[in-house]
């Protein structure tokens, strides 16, 4: 009896900069960075633009946000998304270094079995991690100026995201013809970039960095024709394992959803975030087919999941357009 071999990984690492303002159709623009979903549609669009086509491979290949990157001691640090964690008390929304993710996550782990909640409560100038039934507990640096969860010891050089609503464009009513103008929010070019993809074959590493290479001149995000979403590629590397960062166990257990995720049916047993209705707007992977995508619960980035959840890729007929929900889900390394 002849075993199939399990499918190749390989995980494209990549650091980008912003060289002007962009906008996002996500709804993690509020907070300073492109999601998953749009990422993926971006790199799907760019790829369908340089005559590749729309692959199996790439439609289901999982991506994780683009994110901002930190300077700490020893080189680039990559920031999470501010994790969604129940708590008592108003907790400063914020990144999360991936050091303080995986002490949240060593807590969550040791609690979660016996059927306790994680809170984050204030204990001095930082912040603690423990279960609710008082079990372990960890401490937690936060920043004011920077608005970045560490752990204790970890020194970092970042700026925050900045925000504008100056950008002004036009609405063209389809029943009078009258322009209407309305305001754009948008984030100033600040620190460097990151993301992550998974996919299936070595080859598919060297598609989307083609695919990158395009969008250096063509933008990423929103409202590119007004020159929003400039992009010049810093670095990239395509190998068989993640980033040591997000080299955890992949044995099961507790990871953090880097993107927007709708889990499928069955997946996502158990699972500790918030929702996000993602909203219906126009787009297309592919080719230029306009269409109207139903609302969307998905969880949020940042939400902590079971690292077995799947989610959801919506296809359109012979693959006019494909948006994932299925983002990269992974343990973090342990500290």
């Keep these: 009896m002849s075993t199939s071999s399990p499918p190749t990984r390989r995980y494209l690492y990549v650091v980008v900069e912003f060289r002007s303002q962009f906008s996002s159709y996500s709804p993690s623009l509020a907070e300073g960075y492109i999601g998953s979903t749009s990422l993926h549609a971006a790199v799907m669009a760019a790829v369908a633009m340089l005559g590749h086509g729309i692959s199996d491979g790439l439609a289901e290949a999982r991506f994780s946000s683009l994110l901002p990157v930190a300077r700490g001691s020893s080189g680039y640090v990559a920031l999470f998304p501010p994790l969604r964690l129940p708590s008592y008390g108003k907790v400063p929304r914020g990144f999360w270094t991936p050091r303080a993710v995986s002490l949240v996550l060593s807590v969550l782990s040791s609690c979660s079995g016996r059927g306790a909640d994680i809170v984050l409560e204030r204990g001095g100038d930082n912040y603690v991690v423990r279960c609710m039934d008082g079990g372990e507990s960890r401490e937690l640096v936060y920043s004011r100026e920077t608005g970045v969860f560490a752990a204790p010891g970890e020194q970092l050089d970042f700026r925050p995201p900045g925000f504008r609503s100056d950008r002004h464009r036009l609405v063209i009513s389809r029943v009078t013809y009258s322009a209407t103008p309305f305001m754009i929010p948008v984030v100033e070019p600040r620190s460097p970039y990151w993301f992550v993809a998974e996919l299936r074959s070595e080859q598919l590493c060297g598609t989307v960095v083609e695919a990158l290479r395009l969008a250096e001149h063509l933008g990423m995000g929103a409202h590119r024709s007004i020159g929003l979403g400039r992009i010049r590629i810093i670095s990239y590397e395509c190998t068989e394992s993640p980033?040591?960062?997000?080299?955890?166990?992949?044995?099961?257990?507790?990871?953090?959803?880097?993107?927007?995720?709708?889990?499928?049916?069955?997946?996502?047993?158990?699972?500790?975030?918030?929702?996000?209705?993602?909203?219906?707007?126009?787009?297309?992977?592919?080719?230029?087919?306009?269409?109207?995508?139903?609302?969307?619960?998905?969880?949020?980035?940042?939400?902590?999941?079971?690292?077995?959840?799947?989610?959801?890729?919506?296809?359109g007929n012979g693959y006019p357009y494909v948006y994932s929900f299925n983002p990269i889900v992974y343990p973090v390394a342990p500290v």
């Design 243 to 315: 980033p040591s960062f997000l080299a955890g166990s992949r044995g099961g257990g507790i990871g953090v959803s880097l993107g927007l995720l709708y889990p499928e049916q069955g997946s996502c047993s158990v699972y500790y975030g918030e929702t996000a209705l993602f909203g219906a707007y126009r787009g297309y992977g592919g080719v230029v087919i306009s269409f109207r995508r139903p609302l969307v619960r998905a969880l949020a980035p940042g939400s902590i999941v079971g690292t077995d959840c799947r989610g959801r890729v919506i296809r």
